[in-house]
Each structure stands twice: as structure tokens, then as C-alpha cells.
């Protein structure tokens, strides 16, 4: 059974360079992101326990997120929207819908990833 408490990773400026937003067994349950560029963003989540496992481009994308130019994209703490993350959640943002996409947006975008510790 999942765990209720709830976890908010916040990143101001994330690209394409692969971030760790948590180790271990995760559900992600919301997301709160923002594009400041005038072209369309994409986050790429990945399950791995760190970020240097993540060759953004090649490994394989868990979850593709649009975030559009100019926008937001807000998902609240659903707990009837999970997905699970075994390793852990690794995040970068590109410029392409494409998994092997490695284009960085010309500003990096705000992201805050909202997850239970899958206990």
C-alpha cells in the first residue's frame, strides 16, 4: 500500500541534463510545471536511482509530459493517477516529443513533481 505522505520535488531551471528527484520506490501522483519559452517543452521522466544511470536521448522514458509555450501544466495530488517508479525518478526537459530528442528548451522550465515513497 502506498504511502499518504506526500513529497514535492521543486527545480527552478531544469533541462537537458538528467536530475534526480528521488531514489528508491515512488509513485507519482501530480506535477505542477511551467514554460517560459515560446516553443513547446517536454519532461521526460525516467525510473532510475540516479541521475548519472540517465543518458537523456537514450535511456528509456517512462513518461512523456507536453508543456506548452508559453504555459503551464498543473496535476494535483491524485492518488487515482499513479505511476510507479522502481528505481527511482530522473527527470530532464527537451525540446522534442521524441524519446532520443536532446535539444535543451533556450530556458530551462519550472518543474515541481509531486510523489508518495511506495512503502
Same mark, same amino acid.
Given at each position: 500500500? $502506498? ?43 525516467? /525510473?532510475?536511482?540516479?541521475?548519472? +544511470? ?14 506548452? $509555450? ?8 491524485? +492518488? ?18 521524441? +524519446? ?17 515513497? /511506495?512503502?
Amino acid at each position: 500500500m $502506498a504511502s499518504t505522505l506526500q513529497f514535492i520535488f521543486r527545480n527552478v531551471a531544469v533541462s537537458n541534463t538528467a536530475i534526480l528527484v528521488r531514489t528508491g520506490s515512488n509513485l507519482l501522483v501530480g506535477w505542477n510545471l511551467i514554460n517560459t519559452n515560446t516553443t513547446n517543452s517536454f519532461l521526460k521522466l525516467y /525510473n532510475a536511482a540516479a541521475a548519472a +544511470d540517465v543518458t537523456v536521448g537514450t535511456t528509456a522514458v517512462v513518461r512523456t509530459l507536453l508543456i506548452p $509555450a508559453s504555459g503551464t501544466v498543473f496535476l494535483s495530488n491524485e +492518488d487515482k493517477f499513479q505511476v510507479g517508479f522502481s528505481l527511482g525518478i530522473v527527470a530532464a526537459v527537451v525540446t522534442g516529443i521524441a +524519446d532520443n530528442n536532446t535539444t535543451a528548451p533556450t530556458i530551462g522550465c519550472y518543474v515541481e513533481i509531486l510523489y508518495n515513497e /511506495n512503502t
